[in-house]
């Protein structure tokens, strides 16, 4: 009962979740805000395994800008 309150506590400090589903594969993006900060979390579920990163709010713009110049590579091939 106490790591489900804690799980729950954790989660309580997200401001906007999105949710990509993919195949086999689901993403939840994250912004969430704590003590240090903002950071999007990237979780990756596949089947029951589960996959996180965190990425700091305030570079952000360059992180998506890193995958706007993968996405753009990856058309011109």
Known sequence: M?????LRTVDDDIICSEKIIADRKTFFLDLKSNARGRVVRITEK????????????????????????????NSEN
Request: hydrophobic residues 40%; aromatic residues 4%; without cysteine.
């Open 46 to 73: 596949v089947s029951s395994n589960r996959d996180r990163i965190m990425v700091p709010a305030e570079i952000l713009d360059d992180f998506i800008s890193a995958l706007q110049d993968i996405r753009k590579a």
């Open 2 to 6: 106490n790591n489900q309150r804690a």
